[in-house]
């Protein structure tokens, strides 16, 4: 089945980098795009960025733009995403999610989750 | 503040009807962009619901329904269980962010 794998919970202080991968399996790899998304306690979903496995450069959120890089090695089938510069809001759950092949499309399958916990 | 707009909460008594509500502008929803909804369990990721505005993904009873307005999108969950007790999310893209948007989410209590 199709499914994406995510590395373990991290703790950093602020102004370091974090790195975030997700291992997919059960499908092509370099078919479908993989969206990052991010979700504090007790907030919705926030979108950072996307990026093809198939090459070509990602897509960052204006918000994250010069703090995020998403890269991917096809060997592995994993992507990471990258946050630099870290601050104390930047504590959340970091999910990767398939992006459907047609049009802006839905986010299916999320990975399983990452917390990333930002405190001095 | 999340670019769609959610009731923080709904409830219902277990065989009764609820509708969640996802309001939006006219560069994502009102532009003809597509809704989905995602149900979420504490301490696990989103899982797909709706797509596409009405089209469930196999395993999702059909219980759960979506429609979509000019402006807004509904999440209709009748015959309420105690298992539907979760969050949901609507999830659309916008033109002029050019970003993917999600709405602030909704707390579903049954009774």
């Known amino acids: 089945q199709v499914q994406l794998v995510q590395s373990g919970a991290e703790v950093k202080e602020p102004g370091a980098s974090v790195r975030v991968s997700c291992k997919a399996s059960?499908?092509?790899?370099?078919?479908?795009?993989i969206h990052w998304v991010r979700q504090a306690p007790g907030q919705g979903p926030e979108w950072m960025g996307i990026?093809?496995?198939?090459?070509?450069?990602?897509t960052y959120a204006q918000k994250f733009q010069g703090r995020v890089i998403l890269t991917r090695d096809t060997a592995t089938s994993t992507v990471y995403l990258e946050l630099n510069n870290l601050k104390n809001e930047d504590t959340a759950f970091y999910y990767c999610?398939?992006?459907?092949?047609?049009?802006?499309?839905?986010?299916?399958?999320w990975g399983q989750g990452t917390l990333v916990s930002v405190s001095s | 503040q999340s670019v769609l707009t959610q009731p923080p909460s709904v409830s219902g008594a277990p065989g009764q009807k609820v509708t969640i509500s996802c309001t939006g502008t006219?560069?994502?929803?009102?532009?003809?962009?597509?809704v989905h909804w995602y149900q979420q369990f504490p301490g696990t990721a989103p899982k797909l619901l709706i797509f596409?505005?009405?089209n469930r993904p196999s395993g999702v009873p059909d219980r759960f329904s979506g429609s979509k307005s000019a402006t807004a999108a509904y999440l209709d969950i009748t015959g309420l269980q105690a298992e539907d007790e979760a969050e949901y999310y609507c999830?659309?893209?916008?033109?002029?962010?050019?970003?993917?948007?999600f709405g602030g989410g909704t707390k579903l209590t049954v009774l």
């Open positions: 999610a398939r992006k459907e092949l047609e049009g802006p499309g839905w986010f299916d399958p």
């Open positions: 059960g499908y092509t790899f370099t078919s479908y795009y």
């Open positions: 990026i093809n496995p198939n090459g070509g450069a990602p």
């Open positions: 006219r560069s994502n929803i009102g532009a003809s962009y597509d």
């Open positions: 596409r505005n009405n």
């Open positions: 999830q659309s893209y916008d033109s002029s962010l050019s970003n993917w948007v």
